[in-house]
């Protein structure tokens, strides 16, 4: 699996958006970008994966870079619920592993 | 839905001492897994299924055995407890047509 880059923590002010940034510069041609998020106690959630082309959800955004390189998770509208640690994870589609890195611990403040 | 179910939620244990750790699924996926997350850490892989009858170590499988007799159940057993399993265990199981896992809520073991 390619190895990813979050930073460890930011902030984020309720009520606006939170731009999560991911970077995977030895992402492979055949590689999805996958994000979730664990909030405190619970197990890992899913979001949103895409392999190019941005994607939407109900819950958040994906942007990946034309080089794929780089990707951005945005969460529209953050709100206190959203305070969790964030995984962008790369991995092949049929890879059964998920390989969890340290994450980016997001705080969303009233 | 129930998702996946873990039992029990928490656990102590003396060392030596043996227990499993439940894991049931509802979705009629194939696919299964164990991880075990050390305080700030991520999760690590312990054992994994892709179907019943067939399982396969992760990166992490000493002290733990695993067996898939149904496609709904994925036990995790701890023949002999250690303090170093003091850990929190989640299971996963994933459906192949997005590649998505699921998690269960987790069990925190304590080994004193």
């Known amino acids: 699996d390619a190895k990813t880059t979050q930073p460890t923590s930011m902030d984020c002010a309720e009520g606006r958006a939170a731009n999560l940034p991911c970077n995977h510069s030895?992402?492979?041609?055949?590689?999805?970008v996958y994000w979730y998020r664990q909030i405190h106690s619970q197990g890992p959630q899913y979001i949103i994966h895409g392999l190019k082309n941005n994607e939407t959800n109900e819950m958040a955004s994906l942007i990946i870079t034309e080089d794929r390189k780089s990707s951005t998770l945005i969460l529209p509208h953050a709100t206190l619920r959203d305070t969790a640690v964030y995984y962008c994870i790369v991995r092949a589609f049929n890879d059964y592993k998920l390989s969890f890195g340290a994450g980016t611990t997001v705080t969303v403040r009233a | 839905n129930a998702g996946v179910t873990q039992t029990p939620k928490f656990q102590v244990l003396k060392t030596g001492q043996s227990m499993t750790l439940q894991c049931a699924q509802d979705?009629?996926?194939?696919?299964m897994s164990w991880y075990r997350q050390d305080p700030g850490m991520g999760l690590r892989l312990i054992h994994y299924s892709v179907g019943a009858g067939i399982t396969d170590q992760g990166e992490v499988p000493n002290g733990y055995n695993v067996s898939r007799s149904t496609t709904e159940d994925f036990p995790l057993r701890l023949l002999s407890a250690a303090p170093s399993q003091t850990s929190v265990y989640f299971c996963?199981?994933?459906?192949?047509?997005?590649?998505?896992?699921?998690f269960g809520a987790g069990t925190r073991l304590s080994v004193l």
């Open positions: 030895t992402i492979s041609g055949n590689e999805y």
């Open positions: 996963a199981s994933k459906e192949t047509a997005q590649n998505i896992q699921y």
């Open positions: 979705m009629n996926h194939e696919y």
